[in-house]
């Protein structure tokens, strides 16, 4: 069986430590590369038809207001199943202390019945928050490891604790 790095990212303005400065590749697909690296894995980015803004204010606005409706965003792509993989590396932002909501359509969307999932988040502050227990929730059936939290800022040099985790994990 293979793995799966399953990510949600997001390049243009981002948050890094009390300043906000332009992007081009979003911090947490940085950390699903560096894993994919460590594991063999394949790549699979959580896209949503219509992305939120580059603008910083203007994305937590929007992120905001989907966790309000408790929205689940169109997702482009979505693999037809994951009968392929049996590890998947869950990746997202921690947008107001939880996933981005079209994190919840990806999960809600498979059966992960008998599968390992490992999360990781970026985030400037929050930690993983209650995520861990969201995606258990969401993800009814499938094992879930404890998650790591990367501060976004930090990012670019992680490849090692990622791979320390991914030991720890195995």
């Known amino acids: 069986m293979g793995i799966l790095i399953a990510f949600y990212s997001r ?3 981002n948050y890094f430590g009390g300043a906000r400065r332009r992007i081009a590749v979003g911090n947490t697909e940085k950390a699903a590369k560096m894993i994919a690296d460590v594991t063999g894995g394949a790549l699979y980015r959580i ?16 992120a905001k207001a989907d966790l ?27 947008y107001w202390g939880t996933m981005p909501m079209a ?5 809600e969307k498979y059966d992960f019945t008998g599968k390992t999932i490992h999360p990781f988040c970026t985030h400037e502050g929050s930690g993983l928050s209650g995520t861990v227990g969201e995606i258990q929730k969401a993800a009814p059936g499938a094992r879930v490891k ?3 939290a990367l501060r976004g800022s930090d990012v670019d040099g992680a490849k090692n604790a990622l791979a320390q985790w991914i030991k720890a994990g195995q």
Do not use: H, K, M, W
């Open 47 to 62: 896209e949503q038809a219509r992305p939120y803004s580059e603008d910083y204010d203007a994305c937590t606005a929007e």
């Open 11 to 13: 390049a243009g303005e």
């Open 103 to 107: 994190v919840y359509t990806f999960l």
């Open 68 to 94: 309000q409706r408790n929205a689940r965003p169109e997702v482009l792509n979505l693999p037809g199943d994951l009968d392929d993989y049996d590890e998947i590396y869950l990746g997202y932002p921690n």
């Open 146 to 148: 404890s998650g790591l």
